[in-house]
């Protein structure tokens, strides 16, 4: 099946500093992947979408400044939280779909825990 | 735009017997639907999902839903839970609509939280 994978699985870093997290297709080729932020017992809430060569395009409310995200290729899309705040802790998800096949299925990563001091 | 309602925020169910997780979706048309589970602190598993057709969806796990039209509903039910099945589990709808391909993503409910006694 379709594996996506996250790196790194959790993260501590210290406020004002840049983290850095990647979703990575392992099996298959994404024509899209989403970018979703989950607070402790909640839904999760879409942040982001990308698309391999093109900008990612933002929900209302998420601050694109903030979270910086480059979809280099077709197996990889990376988030960077940037000036990180404790505001900014949360469990992050990507998910992505399959190129070429229109099964409306999404594949979602393990998650990275982000947590900032 | 599409929404999703999970009415029952906690369900608690003896392991054994039966489960009915409810899910109601707002769409004028027919959507794609869907069921993931999450064990805490992992990603979404696909549980199943329904895009037309016969009704009545078999997914993994002995899991099945059912697509109601007229109560706008796709409840997740199970004849007989386990203790593994203790998780967080999410009815979700496809963004688009019934485009399908992922293409705009999925809007999630807020999940039903399943605590499985012994």
């Known amino acids: 099946g379709a594996v996506v994978s996250q790196h790194p699985s959790w993260v501590i870093c210290k406020s004002g500093t840049s983290v850095k997290i990647e979703c990575r297709s392992l099996d298959f080729q994404a024509t899209t992947m989403f970018w979703y932020r989950q607070f402790p017992k909640q839904s999760l809430m879409l942040m982001a979408t990308?698309?391999?060569?093109?900008?990612?395009?933002?929900e209302q409310g998420v601050e694109k400044d903030k979270f910086l995200i480059n979809h280099a290729s077709l197996t990889l899309s990376t988030l960077t939280v940037t000036s990180a705040h404790p505001e900014d802790s949360s469990f992050y998800i990507c998910?992505?779909?399959?190129?070429?096949?229109?099964?409306?299925?999404?594949?979602f990563g393990e998650g990275s825990r982000l947590t900032v001091l | 735009a599409q929404s999703v309602t999970q009415p029952d925020i906690h369900i608690t169910v003896s392991e054994g017997a039966s489960l009915e997780l409810r899910c109601n979706y707002s769409?004028?048309?027919?959507?794609?639907l869907f069921w993931y589970v999450q064990s805490p602190g992992q990603g979404l598993q696909l549980l199943l999902k329904y895009f037309s057709g016969d009704t009545l969806v078999q997914g993994i796990k002995g899991f099945e839903a059912e697509f109601k039209r007229s109560q706008s509903s796709f409840n997740l039910r199970k004849p007989s839970v386990h203790w593994s099945d203790a998780a967080e589990y999410f009815c979700?709808?496809?963004?688009?609509?019934?485009?399908?391909?992922?293409?705009?993503?999925?809007?999630f409910g807020k999940g039903t939280h399943l605590i499985i006694q012994p």
């Open positions: 990308s698309n391999e060569g093109s900008k990612a395009t933002y």
């Open positions: 979700a709808v496809d963004r688009s609509g019934n485009k399908g391909g992922g293409a705009d993503g999925l809007t």
């Open positions: 998910s992505a779909s399959v190129r070429l096949k229109n099964t409306g299925e999404l594949f």
């Open positions: 769409y004028g048309a027919t959507p794609y």
